[in-house]
Protein backbone atom coordinates (compact mmCIF):
# COMPACT_ATOMS: atom_id res chain seq x y z
CA UNK A 1 0.00 0.00 0.00
CA UNK A 2 1.57 3.80 -1.44
CA UNK A 3 0.51 5.91 1.82
CA UNK A 4 1.09 8.73 -0.50
CA UNK A 5 -1.01 7.62 -2.87
CA UNK A 6 -4.05 7.14 0.30
CA UNK A 7 -2.86 10.64 1.26
CA UNK A 8 -4.00 12.05 -2.41
CA UNK A 9 -7.04 10.03 -2.92
CA UNK A 10 -8.53 11.10 0.57
CA UNK A 11 -7.11 14.49 -0.14
CA UNK A 12 -9.04 14.72 -3.57
CA UNK A 13 -12.06 12.99 -2.24
CA UNK A 14 -11.92 15.86 0.92
CA UNK A 15 -11.63 18.61 -2.12
CA UNK A 16 -14.45 16.64 -4.31
CA UNK A 17 -16.79 17.01 -0.75
CA UNK A 18 -15.73 20.72 -0.17
CA UNK A 19 -16.90 22.11 -3.27
CA UNK A 20 -19.79 19.52 -3.18
CA UNK A 21 -20.60 20.92 0.52
CA UNK A 22 -20.30 24.58 -0.31
CA UNK A 23 -22.54 24.07 -3.83
CA UNK A 24 -25.02 22.71 -1.47
CA UNK A 25 -24.82 25.59 1.62
CA UNK A 26 -25.12 28.14 -1.81
CA UNK A 27 -28.14 26.61 -2.71
CA UNK A 28 -29.96 26.61 0.89
CA UNK A 29 -28.93 30.46 1.22
CA UNK A 30 -30.25 30.60 -2.68
CA UNK A 31 -33.73 28.70 -2.32
CA UNK A 32 -34.38 28.85 1.15
CA UNK A 33 -34.83 25.36 2.09
CA UNK A 34 -32.82 22.36 3.85
CA UNK A 35 -30.43 20.72 1.13
CA UNK A 36 -30.65 17.29 0.50
CA UNK A 37 -28.02 16.63 2.86
CA UNK A 38 -29.87 17.93 5.19
CA UNK A 39 -32.60 16.42 4.75
CA UNK A 40 -30.70 12.84 5.71
CA UNK A 41 -28.91 14.41 8.31
CA UNK A 42 -32.94 15.26 9.68
CA UNK A 43 -34.48 11.37 8.68
CA UNK A 44 -31.64 9.56 10.44
CA UNK A 45 -31.81 11.81 13.66
CA UNK A 46 -35.76 11.19 13.49
CA UNK A 47 -34.82 7.29 12.93
CA UNK A 48 -32.48 7.15 16.05
CA UNK A 49 -35.30 9.32 18.24
CA UNK A 50 -33.36 12.37 18.17
CA UNK A 51 -35.95 15.35 17.81
CA UNK A 52 -34.97 17.77 15.35
CA UNK A 53 -35.80 21.03 13.91
CA UNK A 54 -38.88 21.23 11.45
CA UNK A 55 -38.12 19.78 7.76
CA UNK A 56 -38.53 22.96 6.39
CA UNK A 57 -36.35 25.27 8.64
CA UNK A 58 -32.77 25.90 7.89
CA UNK A 59 -30.35 24.47 9.79
CA UNK A 60 -28.47 26.66 12.40
CA UNK A 61 -24.75 26.56 12.80
CA UNK A 62 -24.38 23.54 14.95
CA UNK A 63 -26.27 21.62 12.86
CA UNK A 64 -24.58 22.51 9.35
CA UNK A 65 -21.51 21.86 11.29
CA UNK A 66 -22.81 18.26 11.54
CA UNK A 67 -24.23 17.93 8.49
CA UNK A 68 -21.33 19.42 6.43
CA UNK A 69 -18.33 17.44 9.01
CA UNK A 70 -20.67 14.39 7.97
CA UNK A 71 -20.49 14.54 4.57
CA UNK A 72 -16.54 15.25 4.64
CA UNK A 73 -16.07 12.53 6.62
CA UNK A 74 -17.84 10.36 4.30
CA UNK A 75 -16.20 12.49 0.89
CA UNK A 76 -12.60 10.80 3.28
CA UNK A 77 -14.27 7.59 3.67
CA UNK A 78 -14.91 6.91 0.18
CA UNK A 79 -11.50 8.61 -1.12
CA UNK A 80 -9.67 5.71 1.39
CA UNK A 81 -12.05 3.49 -0.52
CA UNK A 82 -10.81 3.83 -3.85
CA UNK A 83 -7.08 3.65 -3.06
CA UNK A 84 -7.64 0.65 -0.82
CA UNK A 85 -9.97 -0.95 -4.26
CA UNK A 86 -8.12 0.32 -7.56
CA UNK A 87 -5.27 -0.91 -9.48
CA UNK A 88 -2.48 1.60 -9.21
CA UNK A 89 -1.93 1.71 -12.50
CA UNK A 90 -5.29 2.37 -13.85
CA UNK A 91 -5.92 6.21 -15.53
CA UNK A 92 -7.37 8.29 -13.64
CA UNK A 93 -10.34 9.14 -15.95
CA UNK A 94 -11.59 5.92 -16.61
CA UNK A 95 -11.41 4.71 -12.53
CA UNK A 96 -12.46 8.21 -11.56
CA UNK A 97 -16.06 7.34 -13.63
CA UNK A 98 -16.21 3.99 -12.40
CA UNK A 99 -15.31 4.83 -9.30
CA UNK A 100 -18.12 7.90 -8.88
CA UNK A 101 -20.54 5.65 -10.53
CA UNK A 102 -20.22 3.21 -8.27
CA UNK A 103 -19.97 5.30 -5.34
CA UNK A 104 -23.52 7.21 -6.84
CA UNK A 105 -24.76 3.43 -6.81
CA UNK A 106 -23.85 2.26 -3.53
CA UNK A 107 -25.24 5.55 -1.50
CA UNK A 108 -28.14 6.86 -3.36
CA UNK A 109 -29.89 3.94 -5.04
CA UNK A 110 -28.72 1.46 -2.15
CA UNK A 111 -27.65 2.78 0.75
CA UNK A 112 -30.02 5.59 1.57
CA UNK A 113 -33.17 3.45 0.89
CA UNK A 114 -32.62 0.37 2.60
CA UNK A 115 -31.57 2.42 5.61
CA UNK A 116 -34.89 4.65 5.08
CA UNK A 117 -33.20 7.83 4.64
CA UNK A 118 -34.38 8.76 1.49
CA UNK A 119 -36.21 7.44 -1.07
CA UNK A 120 -35.17 5.60 -3.86
CA UNK A 121 -33.41 7.20 -6.24
CA UNK A 122 -35.27 5.28 -9.23
CA UNK A 123 -38.30 7.78 -8.17
CA UNK A 124 -36.27 10.54 -8.46
CA UNK A 125 -36.53 12.69 -11.24
CA UNK A 126 -34.69 12.75 -14.62
CA UNK A 127 -32.56 16.38 -13.37
CA UNK A 128 -32.06 15.06 -9.61
CA UNK A 129 -30.55 11.24 -11.21
CA UNK A 130 -28.37 13.72 -13.72
CA UNK A 131 -27.10 16.75 -11.12
CA UNK A 132 -26.46 13.28 -8.83
CA UNK A 133 -24.59 11.56 -10.98
CA UNK A 134 -22.63 14.34 -12.63
CA UNK A 135 -21.65 15.14 -9.02
CA UNK A 136 -20.40 11.82 -8.54
CA UNK A 137 -18.61 11.41 -11.50
CA UNK A 138 -16.39 15.38 -10.78
CA UNK A 139 -16.30 13.71 -6.77
CA UNK A 140 -14.79 9.94 -8.56
CA UNK A 141 -12.51 11.60 -10.87
CA UNK A 142 -11.48 14.37 -8.40
CA UNK A 143 -10.40 11.51 -6.13
CA UNK A 144 -8.51 9.63 -8.84
CA UNK A 145 -6.55 12.72 -9.57
CA UNK A 146 -5.67 13.14 -6.23
CA UNK A 147 -4.01 9.76 -5.48
CA UNK A 148 -2.56 9.42 -9.20
CA UNK A 149 -0.80 12.98 -8.25
CA UNK A 150 0.25 11.93 -5.04
CA UNK A 151 1.23 8.54 -6.21
CA UNK A 152 3.61 10.23 -8.68
CA UNK A 153 5.19 12.98 -6.18
Known sequence: M???????AIAGGLV???????????GEKKIGTPSELTDLERAGARQLGVRSVPSS????????????GSHLLLSAAAGAVYALTVDED??????GIVFGLGFYVAM????GPLLGLKKPEWQADAATIGTHTIVHLVFGVATAAGAKAAANA
Open 2 to 8: NGRRMAG
Open 16 to 26: AGLGITAMMMA
Open 57 to 68: DLPDVTEQAVVQ
Open 90 to 95: AGVVPS
Open 108 to 111: HWIT
